[in-house]
């Protein structure tokens, strides 16, 4: 799995999205503003999310995105899978030489890390970050400190 600028992006967006659809669509002109990506970029994105049913759009006055299904139901993984496209990292030759039996020997190790990731972010949805960054915004409000958004513990066990 590849971490690029657009899954980032993408996950943002979503993010804003999932935070500000809950009383009606939301704009790409919104998100945009909100989360300071173009919006000729999101235009891009949303193309593609839209075509993997991960938002839905409401056409004229009023119109604008909703997320395609619960937040609880769109994992982190979704959302990057919709926008960028799965990358192998190596690619195999017919007629190994020695060069290529040493990176023949790499590429368990990168199909295990990119399933590693895979995996990760499939164990995360947009729901889990909401909750997070409200509990953070919580435990701001209330002076607390060493409030972990990401929780890795949890996600290790």
């Known amino acids: 799995m590849r971490l690029s600028t657009k899954g980032r992006y ?6 804003d999205l999932a ?4 009383e009606g669509p939301v704009t790409l002109a ?5 989360q300071g990506i173009s919006l000729s970029y999101l235009e891009q994105l949303f193309a593609a999310l839209r075509s993997k049913g991960l938002v839905r759009g409401v056409r004229g006055p009023g119109g604008g995105y909703y ?10 993984a979704d959302v ?9 990292f190596t690619r195999c030759n017919p007629r190994p030489s020695s060069a290529d039996t040493q990176r023949g020997m790499t590429h368990s190790l ?17 729901q889990d970050l909401v909750d997070r960054g409200l509990a953070r915004e919580e435990a701001r409000k209330e ?6 958004l990401l ?5 290790a066990a």
């Open 110 to 126: 990168w199909d295990d890390l990119s399933q590693q990731i895979y995996d990760f972010l499939t164990g995360i949805t947009l």
């Open 30 to 34: 919104d998100i945009s503003e909100n």
């Open 19 to 22: 935070l500000n659809g809950t």
């Open 67 to 76: 997320l395609g299904r619960p937040a609880n139901e769109i994992s982190i």
């Open 151 to 155: 929780d890795l513990n949890h996600r």
């Open 10 to 15: 993408a996950v943002t967006a979503m993010l």
């Open 80 to 88: 990057i899978c919709a926008v960028d496209e799965w990358v192998e």
């Open 143 to 148: 002076g607390k400190a060493g409030v972990d």
